[in-house]
């Protein structure tokens, strides 16, 4: 065991050193964690951080900061598997499954690729915000077999948001010969992951977190190229638990973002 310890903690030291942060043991969350003296590190609830240089995005002029804050999350954890998948060549079918948080902002990186793009849902609701605001090319519901059938063996790639229980199977079904379907969406109880639709395939099942920092500012940097934001909603502080309320019921397009600034000058 001791052989096998030190052999993953050599591979969590080489992530540290190699553009991927992201996978290192060392790393110190910015909120729902403890700095390495103990203190509780609070994320968007803190009125001042400091921070290593190395872990600074520089977010470019013509960003408007409340609607890039979320790509730092959600946009790195959609623009991080396109690019490192190769599903972000120009002509490419790629599904988004989930139109939340993830699923808007991995849409707009999908079409600023020159992608085709379907998004998978289960709410009919989310069809004409999908065709007619976000410019996807088609609309799937998931839980259709009538539409699944139609669509199977059509995309190259699937990036799958969702971070509820909910089957693989029809998904997989969706792919190419070699397609490859990326799960982003921390789903709490395991998955059941049928084998032989991947043997008869090629097919690739995958995941993918975040991204370093290296690839999180080349993310911002084509976003701001292509003008890419999130869909947000910008609050004071004391509305969190309210936001927190209506985050369970899905009831935000697509991101909360609290004003800490204003909130603090309210305070003075």
Aim: proline share 5%; charged share 20%.
């Amino acid at each position: 065991m001791g052989g096998r310890n030190s052999h993953q903690k050599q591979i969590s030291n080489k992530n540290c050193s190699n553009d991927l942060e992201n996978y290192c043991s060392k790393g110190i969350a910015t909120y729902c964690a403890t700095y390495h003296d103990g203190t509780p590190t609070y994320g968007g609830y803190s009125n001042m951080i400091v921070v290593d240089e190395h872990f600074v995005v520089r977010v470019p002029k013509n960003m408007p900061l409340a609607a890039a804050a979320p790509l730092l999350c959600a946009g790195i954890t959609t623009y991080s598997p396109l690019r490192y998948f190769r599903l972000d060549k120009p002509g490419l079918h790629i599904g988004v499954v989930g139109l939340g948080g993830l699923g808007h902002v991995g849409v707009k990186f999908a079409k600023a690729l020159g992608l085709k793009v379907t998004v998978i849902s289960t709410s009919q609701n989310k069809h004409k915000e999908a065709l007619e605001r976000l410019g996807v090319d088609s609309f799937l519901i998931g839980t259709d077999p009538n539409q699944l059938q139609a669509a199977m063996g059509t995309m190259d790639g699937i990036l799958d948001t969702v971070a509820a229980n909910h089957p693989v199977l029809p998904l997989i079904g969706l792919l190419k010969t070699n397609g490859k379907l990326i799960m982003l969406g921390a789903v709490a109880k395991p998955l059941e992951l049928p084998v032989f639709p991947l043997l008869m395939g090629r097919k690739l099942v995958a995941g993918s977190g975040i991204g370093g920092m290296k690839e999180t500012q080349e993310m911002i940097d084509f976003a701001a190229q292509h003008n890419i934001t999130a869909d947000i909603e910008v609050i004071p502080m004391d509305y969190v638990n309210t936001a927190i309320e209506r985050l369970a019921k899905a009831d935000v397009k697509y991101r909360f973002v609290i004003d800490v600034a204003k909130t603090l000058k309210a305070d003075d």
